[in-house]
């Protein structure tokens, strides 16, 4: 059973800076793509960054330009870099990760931005 556990969250002012790692139990270059996705309270899951296999990124267009989605291969994880963070970003963040089959989702990890 493949496990992802997400790691990075807190609670951070406005315009600050987090970063979340989430940690695969494998490898994960067996991954077609891994993505983070976020719930904010009442909301629907959403996604904000992807990257695929092959190295192509994408990323929602609230995110472009402040988040940064990479991998770490050896390390076996997948990150994701939060800069000029605003209160809107406030939600829970998941870790997504797909082959053919099937896809495998972490707990989640709570980003709160606020002063």
């Known amino acids: 059973q493949e496990q992802l556990v997400e790691s990075g969250g807190g609670l951070v002012q406005p315009g600050g800076s987090l970063r979340l790692s989430c940690a695969a139990s494998?490898?994960?270059?067996?991954?077609?793509?891994m993505g983070w996705y976020r719930q904010a309270p009442g909301k629907q899951r959403d996604l904000v960054a992807i990257?695929?296999?092959?190295?192509?990124?994408n990323s929602a267009d609230a995110v472009k330009g402040r988040f940064t989605i990479s991998r770490d291969n050896d390390k076996n994880t997948v990150n994701l870099q939060m800069n000029s963070l605003k209160p809107e970003g406030t939600a829970v963040y998941y870790c997504?990760?797909?082959?053919?089959?099937?896809?495998?989702w972490g707990q989640g990890t709570q980003v709160t931005v606020s002063s």
């Open positions: 997504n990760a797909a082959v053919l089959s099937r896809e495998y």
């Open positions: 494998g490898s994960i270059s067996r991954f077609l793509a």
């Open positions: 990257l695929t296999a092959g190295g192509r990124t």
